[in-house]
C-alpha cells in the first residue's frame, strides 16, 4: 500500500517467489498450447499423439518442480479438459449418428446394414472418429437394436463393450447405447 506495511492475505504469496509464479504461467501457456495443437477443428480430429514437451511429466528434478510447483498443481485440470473436449466431441457425432439412425428406422421400417446408407437422405456426409479419422463403428443387430461407437482415446477397438459401472474418462470404448425394439 505504499506505506511498507504488509496485507495479511499477501504474507501467502510472499513465500514463493514472483519470478517462479511467472515462469509457471509461461510454462503453462506452453502447454496449454502445446495440448491445443492436438487438436485440428478444421480437420474435426484430435492427434494425441503430438508431444507435449512442456507437459510436467518431463519435470523430474526435485529442485525444478518445486520451481513450477504451481504448474504442475494445475496441469492435471488442463489435460482432463482435453479429454472430456474429444469425449464431447464424439457424443455429438454419436447422437447425430443415433438421430439419423432413428430417422432411417422411422422412414423405412428398420435400421439401415451399414451407416453409409444415412447419406444423403438423412446426413450430409458421415463423420469420422475424432481420434482416429476412421468411420464409427455400427452393427445392426437382430432383435432390432443397433451398436454404435468409437474406439476411444486407446484407439483400440474393444468391440463396442462398455462397462455400466464405471464413468465416461474409464470406458475403453466408447459406446450409443440403443435399446432392443
Same mark, same amino acid.
Given at each position: ?6 496485507? !495479511?492475505?499477501?504474507w501467502?504469496? +510472499?513465500?514463493?517467489? +514472483?519470478?517462479?509464479?511467472y ?17 485440428? !477443428?478444421?480437420?474435426r480430429r ?10 510436467? @511429466?518431463?519435470?523430474? #528434478? ?7 510447483i ?5 496441469? !492435471?485440470t488442463? %489435460? *482432463?479438459?482435453e479429454k ?6 464424439t @457424443?455429438t ?15 423405412r421400417? #428398420?435400421?439401415p446394414?451399414?451407416? +453409409?446408407e ?5 446426413? @450430409?456426409?458421415?463423420?469420422? %472418429?475424432?481420434?482416429?479419422?476412421? !468411420? ?5 443387430a ?7 461407437y #468409437? ?7 474393444d468391440?463396442?463393450? #462398455?462397462?455400466p459401472? @464405471? *464413468? ?5 470404448d ?8
Amino acid at each position: 500500500d505504499g506505506g511498507g506495511r504488509v496485507h !495479511p492475505e499477501g504474507w501467502r504469496f +510472499s513465500l514463493y517467489p +514472483s519470478g517462479w509464479l511467472y515462469q509457471s504461467q509461461v510454462r503453462a501457456n506452453q502447454f496449454f498450447d502445446e495440448l491445443s495443437a492436438r487438436i485440428d !477443428p478444421d480437420q474435426r480430429r484430435y492427434f494425441g499423439d503430438r508431444p507435449i514437451p512442456s507437459s510436467a @511429466a518431463h519435470i523430474t #528434478s526435485l529442485p525444478a518442480r518445486i520451481y513450477f510447483i504451481l504448474f504442475t498443481a494445475m496441469s !492435471p485440470t488442463l %489435460e *482432463s479438459v482435453e479429454k472430456r473436449w474429444v469425449q464431447a466431441a464424439t @457424443a455429438t457425432d454419436l447422437a447425430r449418428l443415433a438421430c439419423a439412425l432413428e430417422r432411417c428406422r422411422l422412414a423405412r421400417g #428398420s435400421f439401415p446394414q451399414a451407416l +453409409s446408407e444415412l447419406t444423403p437422405d438423412f446426413l @450430409a456426409s458421415l463423420p469420422a %472418429e475424432i481420434v482416429n479419422g476412421e !468411420p464409427y463403428r455400427y452393427r445392426h443387430a437382430e432383435d432390432g437394436s443397433f451398436l454404435l461407437y #468409437s474406439v476411444g482415446a486407446d484407439l483400440r477397438d474393444d468391440g463396442g463393450v #462398455s462397462d455400466p459401472q @464405471a *464413468s465416461a474418462a474409464k470406458q475403453a470404448d466408447w459406446v450409443w447405447h440403443c435399446p432392443a425394439k
